[in-house]
């Protein structure tokens, strides 16, 4: 994706709200994708995975959606927490080269 | 805690000082990748190992940058005459077999780099 500098969307939720933080990618030829958070001065921590075949896939309290037509990918946050403040960043690969990462989003949760 | 290690965590220099960045993988991860990170934007691509082999480089690698993997485990990334301009997060990722065996790629805390 391209950059955008300082100005990252941001999403702010009440804890136990449900969060959506979607995201486009560019590269159609891709066939793995992967959601990190990051938090402040952290490296990006890896959160689920799809890959290409798949339309949707869960995990603990996360669920991320894949929509290849429109090149679109979602990551669902059941029941958030102040825990999961942070910033999310979807990413995209053919098979085990670089990632491309995509604008990151900032999710605020407010108790 | 991923696994992946990278040495220093901070690191301070004056313009036109070579810098030198260590990244220790996770234990049997074959590949290998070095990204930079500037301030509100998302980690981008500079260099990528499969065991000691460098398999490709982006544009952002100018000749200044220079990394290795000389046995296949850890990797150094060097910048020489450092420019305010490099002043980013270094990140290292590591993915290949053993744990969480596959493409995922795991990255480790990150060298802060500020040129003054």
């Known amino acids: 994706g391209e950059s955008v500098g300082l100005h990252l969307p941001t999403l702010s939720v009440q804890e136990g709200d449900n969060s959506i933080i979607n995201c486009a990618y560019s590269n159609s030829a891709s066939d793995y994708f992967i959601w990190y958070k990051q938090e402040s001065g952290k490296g990006p921590q890896f959160i689920i995975d799809i890959r290409s075949n798949m339309d949707k896939r869960q995990g603990q309290r996360v669920t991320v959606l894949l929509n290849k037509t429109v090149k679109h990918l979602s990551l669902q946050i059941a029941a958030t927490q102040p825990g999961d403040s942070a910033v999310y960043f979807c990413a995209e690969t053919k098979g085990h080269g670089k990632l491309t990462f995509g604008q990151g989003t900032i999710l605020t949760v407010h108790p | 805690d991923t696994g992946v290690s990278q040495d220093p965590r901070h690191k301070i220099t004056k313009r036109g000082q070579n810098v030198t960045f260590r990244c220790d993988p996770i234990?049997?991860?074959?590949?290998l990748y070095w990204y930079r990170q500037t301030l509100g934007q998302g980690p981008e691509f500079l260099t990528y190992f499969q065991n000691e082999a460098q398999l490709e480089k982006s544009r952002l690698l100018s000749d200044r940058f220079s990394a290795e993997r000389p046995k296949g485990s850890f990797s150094t990334l060097e910048i020489q005459r450092t420019e305010q301009g490099d002043s980013a997060m270094y990140l290292c990722?590591?993915?290949?077999?053993?744990?969480?065996?596959?493409?995922?790629?795991?990255f480790g805390p990150g060298t802060r780099l500020t040129v003054l």
């Open positions: 990722a590591s993915s290949g077999l053993g744990q969480g065996a596959g493409d995922t790629q795991y």
């Open positions: 234990s049997e991860h074959n590949r």
